[in-house]
């Protein structure tokens, strides 16, 4: 909590623009929920599970509140609890997914099943083509991440950067249970690494049986000792076998191929958007 709290203070003086702080609801967030509302965090965004009984803390200590759904019906009962922004997240996002269900068919779902609660689109969207397509399904923006990761700004291990930037559409895998260590029972896309071949080719065992389980492949100065299968993101302090752990990524993966600043990306993607939608009757 302190952590965060010097971060989000760090923050307030880089800009008077509104940002977020995402809270995974798989791990106990009164205290960090808290701290955001004591240094006055303009939105508070909930993953995973049912975050019913902190929205009306968060809204009443003043925040916007977006939550993540991978379902229309999940949508729904987010509304119900107080949500101000749904976040629809498809089956071709990177890192931790909720749903079963690809960007395309969801989103219209989700706009019907909420609307006038705007939506946001999540899963496969990597340039102002994709924030148009957003568009012309009745998302009111889209939420962006494996082209971030390549980003200056990105606190990843470079290395890891680097297997986003050469992979390709058909690198990425969706796991049910495998990168699982400390974070269990969250399906999740990754690019393939050496970590998932060995898996594959030993049968996919289930956990406790799986090859290298439990050994020591990295350290970082924020979590220690880093063991083949833990949940977890390769950051710039991180050491040792950066391929054999998690690389989150989107299956738009294969549309990021240079770093840029987080700037030049947002006008990018803005000014492609823009161009895309003046051009349809």
Not at 50 to 59: C, N
Not at 112 to 125: E, L, T
Not at 165 to 180: G, K, P, R, S
Not at 219 to 225: A, D, L, N, Q
């Amino acid at each position: 909590a302190d952590t965060m709290r010097r971060q989000i203070r760090e923050m307030h003086t880089l800009t008077s623009r509104p940002f977020g702080v995402n809270l995974v609801l798989d791990f106990p967030q009164e205290e960090r929920l808290a701290v955001c509302l004591e240094e006055r965090v303009p939105i508070i965004s909930f993953f995973w599970r049912d975050p019913s009984h902190l929205v009306s803390r968060a809204k009443e200590g003043g925040a916007i509140v977006m939550h993540t759904v991978g379902s229309a019906a999940d949508a729904r009962r987010a509304v119900d609890a107080g949500v101000d922004v749904i976040v629809a997240q498809g089956w071709e996002a990177g890192g931790h997914v909720r749903g079963s269900v690809a960007t395309m068919p969801l989103v219209p779902a989700v706009v019907d099943a909420v609307s006038p609660v705007p939506v946001v689109a999540a899963g496969g969207i990597a340039d102002g083509r994709g924030l148009a397509a957003a568009l012309a399904l009745g998302a009111a923006g889209a939420w962006i991440g494996t082209r971030f990761l390549a980003s200056n700004e990105a606190a990843i291990h470079p290395r890891y950067r680097e297997r986003i930037l050469q992979a390709n559409e058909a690198d990425t895998i969706y796991l049910d249970n495998l990168f699982d260590i400390r974070w269990p029972n969250a399906p999740h896309r990754t690019l393939r690494n050496q970590t998932v071949q060995t898996w594959e080719t030993t049968g996919r065992p289930a956990s406790g049986k799986r090859p290298g389980e439990g050994e020591v492949i990295g350290t970082s100065k924020s979590v220690g000792p880093i063991v083949r299968y833990q949940s977890y993101t390769p950051g710039a302090d991180s050491e040792g076998d950066i391929d054999a752990m998690s690389l989150w990524a989107g299956q738009s993966v294969g549309l990021v191929s240079k770093t840029q600043f987080a700037a030049e990306i947002v006008r990018e993607i803005a000014e492609q958007a823009d161009s895309i939608l003046r051009q349809l009757p």
